[in-house]
């Protein structure tokens, strides 16, 4: 059974780097055909894709986003990391990553719990 742990700071002062780490169990980050994500819903709002790793290393982000974004991975940890830069209050969101798999027909079939990041001074 694949899980996922999101972990991070909950809080973020304005204008600073927002980083959380999902810590991935019981699959390898670098498994073929399988791409990892980072989601938020802002309150009050829909999901918003921020962008992904896939399981060779490269990147994508949203365009709305990829400004600010960088996402890494540690393959020795099993780890994959969000850095959103020069955050503001709408950044505010529960922040969840979650797995997206061509044996399940590129559906995101495993996410983490989600974890609250709120921006404020």
């Known amino acids: 059974q694949v899980q996922l742990q999101e972990s991070g700071p909950g809080l973020v002062k304005p204008s600073q780097t927002l980083s959380l780490t999902c810590t991935v169990s019981g699959g390898s980050i670098t498994t073929n055909y399988i791409w990892w994500n980072w989601i938020r819903q802002p309150p009050g709002k829909g999901m918003e894709w921020i962008g992904s790793?896939?399981?060779?290393?490269?990147?994508y982000y949203s365009p709305s986003l990829k400004s600010r974004t960088s996402i890494s991975r540690d393959t020795s940890e099993n780890q994959f990391t969000l850095q959103l830069s020069s955050v503001t209050p709408e950044d505010t969101a529960v922040y969840y990553c979650?797995?997206?798999?061509?044996?399940?027909?590129?559906?995101?079939?495993?996410w983490g719990q989600g974890t609250q990041v709120t921006v404020s001074s």
């Open positions: 790793i896939t399981y060779s290393g490269s990147t």
């Open positions: 979650a797995r997206i798999s061509s044996s399940s027909n590129n559906a995101y079939d495993y």
